[in-house]
């Protein structure tokens, strides 16, 4: 027997607590499946929603135990590439969405989508990235793969002082670019500064869509959080074949803009989705998360640690008030 976080639905109520389960209550995960002992889990904006009910997250049905992200060590593997006592990370792709999540003690996953731990990375270090530290690695990777440099100029990122946005600060600044932060919270400036910002501009700046469309360039690269205006904006104002990756839209799911920027300066408009991201590809943005950040940097983006049963509460706090910094679940605890 084991402790999961449950999450259900009677009589149109939710309800969320800690309920002891055994391996046979875990949903079988198909011809792939590999059994884990969790040990970490962590809490996003995404699971708070989950949790509180505050947002239709859930897609597979109730019960479900919920926790998009997740790292554990192998009991059993039907597959050839992990065996009993290796390490492994999942992410997203329907994690604590469709599938049973992180917040147990005990998962059972589909194989093809969990990466092996890499070597320089703690399992509570992976938590600490969980979902927001993968989605920054990949858009910053996005912006390499289209040869931006360093040496091009400043890279502009907007949404800086949320989950993914500070790790997109972090990560820049530990590859040597010149970071501007576009930040509405003025009280995370400071915070902004101590992740690596050069700079720090408002998110008004940036808000209210070009007045041209194509503007003076400024950016060698963007990475964007927020969608709408913003990202029209940020396209407008990309140098000669710079850049743009989207991973969010905190302000707006439309985009209204011209092709001028991407035939006239040859920019490009890079997507980012982290949940289906392919499996080669998860496993290098998860070994370039290890050898850029360092021991320090992990420490410096946990706001704290908390218990499976500290979960609902911590959520109703992300929720109603925000939180700076990651949380984890220390799910064995
Ligand atoms: N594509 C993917 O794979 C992927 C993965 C994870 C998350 N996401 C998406 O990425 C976005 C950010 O995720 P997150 O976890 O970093 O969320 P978060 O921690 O809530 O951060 C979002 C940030 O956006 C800014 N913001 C919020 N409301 C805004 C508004 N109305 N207009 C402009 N800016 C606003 C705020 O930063 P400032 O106060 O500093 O301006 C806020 O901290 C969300 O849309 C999320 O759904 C996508």
């Not at 989605?135 to 990777?141: C, D, G, I, R, Y």
Request: with cysteine; charged share 25%.
């Amino acid at each position: 027997m084991f402790d999961a976080l449950v999450l259900d639905r009677t009589d149109g109520d939710l309800t969320v607590g800690v309920r002891q389960l055994s391996s046979d209550d875990l949903p079988d995960a198909g011809p792939d499946e590999v059994h884990l002992q969790v040990l970490y889990s962590s809490l996003n904006y995404k699971d708070a929603l989950a949790v509180t009910g505050a947002g239709k997250i859930v897609r597979g049905g109730y019960p479900i135990v919920p926790g998009i992200d997740l790292v554990g060590q192998v009991v059993e593997s039907n597959i050839d590439i992990l065996e009993a006592g290796d390490y492994a990370i999942g992410t997203g792709w329907q994690l604590g969405e469709v599938d049973w999540g992180g917040y147990g003690q005990h998962a059972k996953v589909d194989g093809n989508k969990l990466v092996r731990l890499p070597k320089y990375l703690t399992p509570k270090q992976s938590m600490v990235a969980g979902t927001a530290g993968f989605t920054a690695m990949l858009s910053v990777m996005a912006l390499e793969e289209h040869e931006v440099t360093p040496e091009d100029g400043d890279v502009v990122v907007t949404g800086a002082s949320g989950g993914v946005g500070s790790m997109v600060v972090t990560l820049l600044d530990a590859l040597d670019y010149d970071v501007v932060a576009s930040s509405g919270s003025e009280e995370a400036y400071d915070y902004l500064r101590e992740r690596g910002a050069t700079r720090i501009i408002s998110r008004s700046a940036l808000e209210n869509g070009p007045d041209r469309p194509i503007e003076t360039g400024k950016w060698a690269g963007a990475v964007d959080a927020v969608g709408g205006d913003t990202l029209a904006t940020l396209l407008a104002q990309l140098k000669r074949h710079g850049s743009a990756a989207s991973f969010g839209n905190a302000a707006g799911h439309e985009l209204s803009t011209s092709v001028f920027p991407l035939i006239l300066r040859g920019v490009n408009l890079l997507g980012i989705d982290s949940n289906t991201c392919p499996t080669p590809k998860r496993q290098v943005a998860w070994r370039r998360l290890a050898s850029i950040l360092d021991d320090e940097d992990f420490e410096e983006m946990t706001r704290q640690t908390i218990g499976l049963d500290e979960v609902p509460a911590a959520s109703k706090e992300l929720i109603n008030e925000g939180v700076r910094g990651r949380i984890v679940v220390d799910v064995q605890a």
